[in-house]
């Protein structure tokens, strides 16, 4: 799209009446963010979210060497306890809050055999 020169009738500062109007930014997080940080293994995890049966939300994920997995959408904002099994014998349990802020998500990462779970991407 080009410009068009002002006019003789218009000066040369006159607003544009092609602007866009300006683009609102929204925040989106992740639910749920997966990392293996070990550059050499692969891992399998089974997640639960919530105390009741069924949980809340329930999933099992296959960690590539170095892979992330991130999840949206699936919980309601609230405090949720979080179980993440490695391997079928590990298991790791945390009070993690979900919400629309970066630091309340859920964080889980495995390498080197270890599984942690915390919350926030900070």
């Excluded at 929204?26 to 997640?47: F, K, Q």
């Excluded at 859920?106 to 779970?117: F, Q």
């Amino acid at each position: 799209m080009h410009a068009r020169p002002a006019t003789d009738d218009e000066p040369r500062d006159a607003p544009r009446t092609d602007a866009r109007p300006p683009v609102e930014e929204t925040v989106r997080t992740e639910t749920l963010l997966l990392r293996n940080y070990d550059p050499h293994a692969a891992y399998d995890l089974s997640v639960a979210v919530g105390d009741e049966t069924p949980p809340a939300f329930a999933a099992r994920y296959h960690l590539r060497p170095g892979q992330i997995e991130t999840v949206s959408g699936v919980l309601a904002s609230g405090e949720y306890e979080v179980t993440v099994e490695l391997h079928g014998h590990r298991e790791k349990t945390a009070a993690c809050r979900v919400g629309s802020a970066p630091e309340d998500t859920i964080h889980v990462e495995v390498g080197n055999g270890i599984v942690s779970v915390t919350q926030g991407l900070f």
